[in-house]
């Protein structure tokens, strides 16, 4: 999207054939924006985004990113800092892209949005023959700034993958926080008429405080930890399977089933088990510190043990009333 276009936002999806009429809301609005085309005319844009040929000047990139349950978008602005410390802010450029087809969570697209904003410094990185000291990113979704700046959790495929092309790029500490009022970038997403375009000096300058010192730039807080229950988080493998070994409250094996099925090879199985067993043997541990537990490579001792416990397992799945039969008569001696 160039810096001086209208936009037209649709808030919902029809579904139309190509030679159906408009529904009359739908055409109200689209005859609004095509009459609001004719006064782009009055539209004027700065061609040249330098103030000046000193060789002082401090140039800086800030990207501001934001997104709704219908867009997501970036929005770029130079910033030219003068040796006596005054700075002017340019608008560079604006990129907008719709939200996926399919339901993706807001949290999702603040990191779409996110990731829009690397590309879009790549770029400029390329592009620009202007000597830049830095890149700064903006956003108003405190929970983008947790997954970026995470050092522990591990996090399902596509949170992942997104904030490793961010980190692969870019250090966390690039990133800053900016109020959903202050952020500009909610006019990609919201739309501007002609009207609003031109009269919209935020828009063509950036928001008020990039013309201050960095001492007077939004006050940054400090992140909490990611919630262990958030929905992108990836449970610890371990932890979960182990869990399904102990059981749930009724006292059932939970997803030792599924295990089973997901293991052709009997080795692989008793590899799997013996760590699920050796995790329950350290949570057992941390309550009763005097039990010993195992480290560094499962033991032959451990894959027996294993194998036992699978075997226990699937006579106790097939054959219940037997096994009741025997635990019944306490002169055989089988446990």
């Known amino acids: ?3 001086g276009a209208p936009v037209v936002v649709i808030s919902h999806c029809i579904r139309l054939g190509w030679d159906e009429p408009l529904p009359e809301r739908e055409l109200n609005e689209w005859t609004g924006w095509s009459d609001d085309l004719v006064k782009v005319e009055s539209v004027r844009v ?8 000193s060789n002082n000047v401090c140039y800086q990139l800030h990207h501001f990113a934001d997104a709704s349950c219908t867009a997501y978008g970036v929005v770029t602005y130079l910033r030219e800092e003068e040796p006596d410390g005054k700075a002017t802010c340019s608008l560079l450029m604006a990129k907008s892209r719709l939200a996926l087809v399919k339901t993706v969570t807001l949290p999702r697209l603040e990191l779409m949005a996110a990731t ?12 620009l023959d202007i000597p830049l000291a830095r890149s700064v990113f903006w956003t108003d979704s405190t929970i983008v700034l947790q997954y970026i700046s995470n050092e522990h959790k591990c996090f399902h495929t596509f949170v992942a993958n997104r904030v490793a092309a961010i980190r692969d790029s870019l250090s966390p500490e690039q990133w ?7 952020n500009v970038a909610d006019e990609v997403l919201r739309g501007l008429t002609a009207d609003e375009l031109i009269r919209n000096q935020r828009w063509w300058n950036g928001p008020q405080f990039l013309t201050k010192p960095e ?17 992108e988080v990836k449970r610890d493998k371990l932890a979960a399977e182990s869990y399904a070994v102990i059981g749930d409250s009724s006292g059932q094996p939970r997803g030792v089933d599924e295990l089973l099925g ?13 760590w699920i067993l050796r995790f329950v043997a350290y949570l057992r541990g941390k309550l009763h510190p005097s ?3 195992e480290s560094g490579h499962l ?9 036992a416990a699978i075997m226990r397992y699937i006579q106790k799945r097939n054959f219940p009333q037997e096994i009741e039969m025997l635990h019944a008569d306490q002169t055989t001696g089988i446990q």
């Open 116 to 127: 829009l904003a690397v590309k879009v410094d790549q770029m400029m990185q390329t592009e």
């Open 46 to 53: 700065q061609r040249c985004v330098k103030p000046g040929e």
């Open 299 to 307: 033991s032959v001792t451990e894959l027996c043990t294993a194998e």
């Open 1 to 3: 999207m160039g810096p």
């Open 215 to 231: 001492g007077k730039w939004p006050k940054q807080h400090t992140l909490t930890e990611i919630a262990s229950d958030d929905p």
């Open 262 to 274: 997901r293991r052709s090879s009997w080795t692989k199985l008793k590899v799997d088990v013996a």
């Open 176 to 182: 800053r926080h900016v109020s959903s009022q202050e």
């Open 291 to 293: 039990m010993p537990v």
